[in-house]
């Protein structure tokens, strides 16, 4: 059974850091593109940023110059590091993998953490 587990959360205040961390652990054959997205309350959940296998980045526009994207393939871990945060950053943050187990691919979310920027 593989499994994501996010980790990092809290509270922090305006133009703050906090980073996010996601460890994949079970019976793990092989990790395509990582991810984080988020979702505030009321609204739709939404694309942060991801990273394929080889390092390749994406980011949504509204965090761009302050959110950094990277993975640790031989721990199975992808960290968000936050900056410059802001009240609007405020969500749960969820990780998800595209991840192979035992006998297919499958795309598994972690459970998500709290971030709350206040002003």
């Known amino acids: 059974q593989v499994q994501l587990v996010e980790s990092g959360g809290g509270l922090v205040q305006s133009g703050g850091s906090l980073r996010l961390s996601c460890e994949a652990s079970?019976?793990?054959?092989?990790?395509?593109?990582m991810a984080w997205h988020r979702q505030a309350p009321g609204e739709q959940r939404e694309l942060v940023a991801s990273i394929t296998s080889g390092g390749s980045t994406n980011y949504a526009d509204s965090v761009k110059g302050r959110f950094t994207i990277s993975r640790d393939n031989a721990k199975n871990t992808v960290l968000l590091q936050m900056n410059s945060l802001k009240p609007e950053d405020t969500a749960v943050y969820y990780c998800n993998g595209e991840i192979r187990g035992f006998t297919r691919w499958a795309t598994y979310w972690g459970q998500g953490t709290q971030v709350t920027v206040s002003s």
């Open positions: 079970g019976r793990i054959f092989g990790i395509n593109t």
